[in-house]
């Protein structure tokens, strides 16, 4: 019987994972070289995943990996988003509206070319660059299929990266009933979908946890839930709404039409690092505060969400007549707002936690392999780790690492006193389960969202 035939990228691939995986088992002082080279050996194969986790560090650039890698766990030590076996890298630029590139994407552009392998212009969500027409995402395709789905964030849930998923809109501002002033299309009134915060609980996804309660409070102005707010408009729904960790360790299923809204934070969800921001001509060299008394008790930190999470939507799959598994986003937001606040110890300590909740992904795809796994980043940022002795123009903080060695970090993409800027360059994307080998050589942020589609066989 003849063999089947592989594709080329399949035959490229599967010969470069081969060459790889060879050197991995042969560096024996390597610890758990072996390990990764099973991983990456299974990983080549492709095939069909009941589940994927896609994590998102927000504004996390290979920089912004290094600075915490080398804060946290040495300059030689690994963090859990470095021990993926597969790793390569992609493009992230947004475009314009007659197509040509944005070598600089903001949020909402590079969400979009994940959720739905079409890039837009900066500020859109998950709709055309020219024609501002609607285009379907991975979370909607994965419903449609029978999967349970879920988004989880330390960002509001109506900011960009949630936002993507499960509504369209003309601009990201557009977050609540009382935000719509550049969507005037898009607002019930004028036959739209409506506010983010509306199109995300009418979508019914199952587990959205996150911030954003402001947004949520907003009252309806047109439709069927008009003067309700938001947030009563999910109960209507069947949503479960919980605001702290206690009640969300309460909800036991989102079975039976009752998912479940977690709104955690009036905004953003508060950061876990503190420490001095950086400075023009410097800081003196500090150590990091883990602990930040802005942040409420009760709050639940990003792992433990994204452990939630993921029981839930296992559970609700267990015994359903489609028989498949999930599709859950869980993101980083404020590596990136640490960023463009030039906030050192405050970016550092969210790069620690989503990586937390990165080994909660793995940790869980280690016992359920037909789970693939991917993390990367929407866009890179600002800081750079520069020489002891340099002298940058603009903002710029010594810290004082775990392994008791200085460190000097930069932010200079805008003057001092402004928000600093993303940067164009490519990110890293690294991945482990089925169709993993998808993610290797340098690949463009649409081709995400085919990994995805590929993997969970959506059409």
């Not at 719509?180 to 898009?186: G, Q, R, S, T």
């Not at 954003?212 to 439709?223: A, I, L, N």
């Amino acid at each position: 019987m003849a063999r089947p035939r592989l594709s080329r990228r399949r035959l490229t691939v599967a010969a470069s994972v081969v060459a790889a995986t060879a050197v991995a088992v042969t560096v024996t002082a390597s610890a758990g070289a072996s390990d990764t080279a099973d991983q990456a050996r299974r990983a080549v194969q492709g095939g069909k995943a009941k589940n994927v986790i896609l994590l998102i560090g927000d504004g996390m650039g290979d920089s912004e990996i290094t600075l915490a890698r080398d804060y946290t766990v040495g300059a030689d030590g690994r963090l859990d988003m470095d021990r993926f076996p597969l790793t390569g890298s992609y493009t992230t630029y947004a475009v314009h509206k007659d197509g040509t590139p944005d070598y600089v994407t903001d949020s909402a552009a590079s969400g979009s070319g994940w959720a739905t392998g079409v890039k837009t212009v900066n500020g859109r969500i998950s709709k055309t660059p020219g024609t501002d027409k609607a285009v379907p995402t991975i979370l909607e395709l994965a419903q449609k299929k029978g999967y349970a789905t879920g988004s989880v964030t330390t960002a509001e849930l109506t900011d960009a990266t949630p936002a993507v998923l499960a509504s369209h809109a003309t601009d990201r501002s557009c977050q609540g009933p009382a935000d719509m002033a550049k969507c005037p299309a898009d607002t019930i009134a004028a036959g739209g979908p409506g506010s983010i915060a509306e199109q995300s609980v009418n979508h019914k996804v199952d587990v959205l946890l996150g911030g954003g309660k402001q947004r949520f409070d907003q009252k309806v102005t047109d439709g069927k839930y008009k003067g309700l707010t938001v947030t009563e408009q999910a109960k209507k729904l069947g949503y479960q709404v919980v605001t702290n960790d206690r009640d969300l360790k309460k909800v036991k299923s989102v079975r039976k039409g009752k998912p479940v809204l977690g709104l955690f934070a009036p905004g953003n969800v508060p950061v876990e690092w503190t420490g001095k921001a950086a400075a023009k001509g410097g800081t003196d060299p500090q150590r990091c505060t883990t602990a930040n008394p802005a942040r409420p008790d009760g709050t639940p930190a990003l792992q433990d969400q994204a452990s939630k999470a993921i029981k839930l939507l296992e559970a609700k799959q267990k015994g359903a007549k489609s028989k498949q598994g999930f599709f859950l986003q869980i993101e980083g937001a404020s590596i990136d707002k640490q960023d463009h606040a030039a906030d050192p110890c405050g970016q550092i300590g969210e790069t620690a936690a989503f990586d937390r909740a990165v080994k909660v992904a793995r940790d869980y795809a280690a016992k359920h392999p037909d789970t693939l796994v991917v993390t990367t980043a929407d866009h890179a940022h600002t800081s750079q780790i520069v020489p002891l002795e340099a002298q940058p123009p603009g903002l710029s903080s010594t810290l004082v690492t775990d392994e008791g060695q200085q460190l000097k970090v930069n932010y200079s993409t805008n003057t001092p006193g402004a928000s600093q800027e993303h940067t164009g360059t490519q990110v890293r994307i690294a991945a482990q389960g089925p169709q993993a080998y998808r993610v290797l050589g340098v690949t463009n942020q649409t081709d995400l969202f085919t990994t995805v589609r590929e993997a969970l066989r959506l059409r």
